[in-house]
């Protein structure tokens, strides 16, 4: 809807604003132009409209690959996330989502292509750390798949300014709730959906459980909820919100 017009961020904020959330992580990609960084009258303009609703532009994000086997890719991929890091200090944004990638990187392994993605987070880091903006990388069952293999990546950038975006609907286990104890000592924010995978197929979130790992390791971060698939949004959205909401008493 963002993308085609039918709503306005301003009509986004405003239904932010009125379900009572404190802040939006507000996706680079509903901001026209995109992949190009746009003028800052228009960042400026999103930083103001969101004041106005009374709203926190917690973060942005990119669609990045940094599985690439040609460097100069890879190079032109960190490139997008310095820009965004920019433009997300000029939107006011706390932190910048990036993925690891999806490219099957074939004649290489795993090995070197994770050394690929860290490095490539590493440079991201190091920028977004001159600029005051966390670097948060969410794993999203693309290239990197197994807890393992996340927390490899995560641990394996050296900076202060990086950490995760916990996805947990992009863990393919039978028990997802184990993997996101592993996981939630590395979050920074996260992506909250409103179903996780089983290994099997995908069941509804159990926001009791979900909330329990939570508050039993004291997360004080921001806490993004995700609506995804067909339907009315607003309502999808605002069922997600009162399912966290009212786990959280």
């Known amino acids: 809807q963002l ?35 746009p003028p800052d009258e228009v960042l400026f303009g ?3 409209m969101a004041f106005r609703y009374g709203i926190n532009i917690a973060g942005t994000g990119v669609r990045n690959d940094f599985a ?25 944004a706390t932190s910048l989502r990036g993925f690891s990638g999806r490219s099957a990187a074939e004649g290489h392994s795993r090995e070197q292509v994770k050394t690929w993605i860290k490095d490539a987070f590493q440079q991201c880091a190091d920028f977004a750390s001159q600029h005051g903006v966390m670097i948060a990388y969410q794993n999203h069952d693309d290239y990197i798949v197994t807890t393992e293999d996340i927390l490899d990546v995560t641990r394996g950038v050296d900076s202060d300014w990086f950490g995760l975006m916990l996805d947990i609907g992009s863990l393919p286990t039978p028990d997802p709730y184990h ?7 590395y979050a920074i924010t996260w992506q909250i959906k409103s ?7 995908t069941e509804p979130t159990d926001f009791g459980r ?40």
């Open 210 to 249: 979900l909330m329990k790992i939570v508050k039993k390791h004291g997360y004080q971060g921001y806490f993004p909820i995700e609506a995804l698939g067909d339907g009315d949004p607003y309502k999808k959205v605002q069922a997600i919100y009162e399912h966290v909401s009212n786990n959280m008493l």
């Open 3 to 37: 993308r085609s017009g039918e709503i306005s961020l301003d009509d986004m904020f405003r239904f932010a604003a009125e379900t009572g959330f404190e802040a939006v992580d507000l996706t680079a990609y509903y901001i026209p132009g995109y992949p190009e960084v």
């Open 179 to 185: 993997e996101i104890e592993k996981l939630i000592p």
């Open 68 to 92: 690439l086997v040609n460097p100069e890719d890879r190079a032109k991929e960190v490139q997008l996330v310095k820009n965004w890091t920019i433009a997300a200090k000029k939107m006011g």
């Open 195 to 201: 179903h996780v995978k089983n290994g099997s197929g």
């Open 46 to 48: 999103i930083k103001k």
